[in-house]
């Protein structure tokens, strides 16, 4: 083989699937914990791994594309709080109801994400202070609408799709299935998805080539506030009910399946394939905890770790790039970095 | 001595540079907060007759002590060009370790404020390091911090806190001199200390060097890595301090005692002039944030508006609070 042909290949694998060592950890890890931990190696472990990952997995790709832009959100944990307890309380058991509740929810939610994405682009405030103080806000009004207690109840026949399976497989991640090639084909094969890489490598260029920067900021914000209310639809299959506090958590282990996932926090580099293998490494760290019988307090200690690590495999990469091209030019810092390396 | 004068030229001529107006705006910056804390304590004053009562104005103040020790620690890495979004769990970790350690005994206290200071002093230099050192992104690496600051707690307590604090240790918080908080000389000590070393001295001005401009700052001989981790490691430290007024100030420790705490403190830093990406702003400013801060959320209390109000409003003042500052820097 060539080696121009080989190294497209693996272009093309990064742009549909992320960054290869995502999936070699995940590779590793499947075959990790086949050898050394106890009941992992069964097909029911493993559909209970994917449908323990759907939920993050849906509020992972909208964060995907926030971060892309270069911005942050972390109100997904009290929008998906939202979608929850909104879907549960418009259905109410009714199965006529299903669709007008997902479509409600889904609509709350972009509405939400929207108004952030707003505030963001239009009055230049940083993203991650416009969400906190929106994930308040969202969670003060679940709480309002709630009375602060368990909230409506699901139409029956989604009662027990959280822990179907379809043939070896689980319904939730055949149902994530089209969700996700239409992330994905937004993100490679639309102008849309050109213009969030295009937003985020640099809003300055993006606004000089014609790219409504604010538009793009806004649409990747309204995004992920309607794809967190769906993951809160998706969590009640599994919690079936409302409940208030059904996000907790979900704001940091997004934000970590996606930069896990290869995508850069800076905007601009990255994307949904990474995020998924990272939503598996985070769901696959949960289950080897949980099958050892870890309890959730070091859970949160070793997502903490696998940060650290995540963060400083990163940076140590970068620096020695970077190294190697300041010895080339002879020069520190930034003018080498601006200039493309030959060699 | 040659450096520490150049450096001080530079601050000076940093003051100085800009037209009149640009110099207005940035007065603005700093002193705005506190022309909004005045109007908020007027409009406060019209609302709830309460407010006025030297009861309630003593204990914002007591409340506001905490918060504002962590705020002034938070507005150090911001002004360095970072970020820590792992106070909140700082905080919470130093409550259930101080209320344990110290087991009820006046002996104890000594040691169990050296341990949490240590501890915070670790945690600093750890983000710091990485940031500093590797050029890590500090939100990731704190917001990893933080995750691991959290389990400890988790870890530590197994969900449920000891409370063995001793009277006299509370004092801090919620004792008095001549009808004054004791608390509140404690951090005007602190605000004193902070402020000289930040305004009034080598390693104080370095930070708006690095923080304006890395480059030169490095070009120019200062030490980066020192500085950067100098500022995550005060805020560490300022962060404990400010938990064990609020253990002290509280009694009670529940693993909630931090939560919400990083956008609190870094919106009274933002709130206050600072600003992201670093070189600007003091440690006035940031307490004034605060004071806004805790006092919309007394008068919350003060009309009985229902609990998650308290969400509502504090939500929409942070972005408020912050949105007309990033207009006033536009121009």
């Known amino acids: 083989m060539p080696r121009p042909d080989s190294r497209s290949a693996v272009s093309a694998f990064q742009r549909w699937a992320g960054p290869v060592w995502v999936w070699t950890v995940v590779g590793a890890m499947v075959v990790a914990g086949s050898l050394g931990v106890a009941d992992f190696a069964l097909l029911s472990n493993f559909q209970a791994v994917g449908q323990a990952a759907v939920p993050l997995a849906v509020v992972a790709i909208g964060e995907t594309f926030v971060i892309l832009t270069g911005g942050i959100d972390i109100s997904v944990a009290a929008m998906l709080s939202l979608g929850n307890t909104l879907s549960m309380g418009l259905m109410a058991g009714h199965e006529g109801r299903v669709w007008f509740a997902i479509l409600l929810t889904v609509l709350a939610g972009l509405a939400a994400g929207a108004t952030s994405g707003l505030i963001v682009a239009k009055l230049r405030v940083p993203s991650f202070i416009v969400t906190l103080g929106a994930a308040n806000i969202v969670q003060g009004i679940v709480f309002a609408y709630t009375k602060q207690g368990t909230y409506g109840s699901p139409a029956p026949s989604l009662v027990n799709l959280g822990y179907a399976n379809w043939g070896p497989f689980p319904a939730l991640v055949i149902l994530l299935l089209p969700l996700l090639a239409v992330a994905l084909w937004v993100q490679n094969r639309t102008r849309a998805g050109r213009h969030v890489y295009a937003t985020g490598g640099d809003p300055a260029i993006a606004r000089l080539a014609g790219i409504s920067v604010t538009r793009v900021r806004i649409a990747a914000f309204a995004a992920s506030g309607g794809l967190a209310a769906l993951a809160g639809v998706v969590i009640s299959m599994r919690l079936g009910s409302g409940e208030p506090l059904a996000g907790t958590g979900f704001d940091w282990d997004a934000v970590t399946a996606v930069v896990i996932g290869g995508t850069a926090l800076r905007g601009g580099k990255g994307g949904v394939g990474g995020t998924i293998g990272g939503v598996l490494i985070v769901a696959m760290i949960n289950d080897f905890m949980n099958l050892q019988g870890i309890s959730t307090f070091w859970q949160t200690v070793a997502k903490g770790v696998v940060i650290f690590a995540a963060v400083i495999a990163g940076a140590g990469t970068e620096l020695l790039t970077r190294r190697r091209r300041q010895l080339l030019r002879h020069l520190p810092g930034s003018a080498a970095r601006e200039a493309p390396a030959h060699g | ?331």
């Open chain 2, 1 to 331: 001595m040659a450096s520490s004068s150049a450096v001080r030229d530079w601050g000076n001529a940093l003051r100085r540079g800009g037209t009149a107006r640009v110099r207005l705006g940035q007065e603005l910056e700093t002193y705005g907060v506190w022309f909004a804390l005045a109007a908020l304590v007027v409009v406060s004053t019209l609302v709830s007759p309460e407010f006025l009562h030297t009861t309630n104005l003593l204990n914002i103040l007591r409340q506001s002590v905490p918060l504002a020790i962590v705020a002034m620690g938070e507005a150090l890495v911001i002004l360095v060009g970072g970020f820590d979004v792992s106070v909140g769990n700082l905080v919470t970790l130093t409550a259930v370790i101080t209320a344990r350690v110290m087991a009820d005994s006046n002996a104890r206290i000594l040691p169990t404020v050296l341990l949490v200071l240590a501890i915070g002093a670790l945690v600093g230099l750890t983000n710091g390091l990485l940031v500093a050192k590797l050029r890590t992104d500090p939100f990731v690496t704190t917001l990893a911090m933080m995750l691991v600051l959290q389990g400890a707690a988790y870890v530590y307590t197994q969900g449920s806190p000891a409370n063995d604090l001793t009277h006299g240790f509370r004092q801090i918080s919620v004792g008095d001199v001549g009808g004054v908080p004791i608390s509140v000389l404690c951090f005007l000590g602190i605000f004193a200390l902070v402020w000289f070393v930040l305004n009034r001295t080598v390693p104080g001005r370095r930070l708006y060097a690095v923080g304006t401009n890395r480059r030169v700052a490095h070009l120019s001989g200062q030490p980066l890595t020192r500085t950067i981790v100098s500022a995550y490691v005060a805020c560490s430290v300022l962060t404990v301090v400010g938990g064990l007024f609020l253990v002290a100030w509280i009694g009670t420790t529940d693993m909630s005692a931090g939560s919400g705490w990083a956008l609190q403190a870094i919106a009274a830093a933002l709130i206050g002039g600072a600003a992201i990406g670093g070189g600007r702003g003091g440690v006035g400013g940031p307490v004034g944030g605060v004071l806004v801060l805790t006092t919309i959320l007394n008068l919350v209390d003060l009309v009985a508006l229902p609990n998650y109000a308290k969400l509502l409003v504090e939500g929409g003042a942070v972005i408020a609070g912050v949105a007309l500052y990033s207009q006033r820097r536009k121009e």
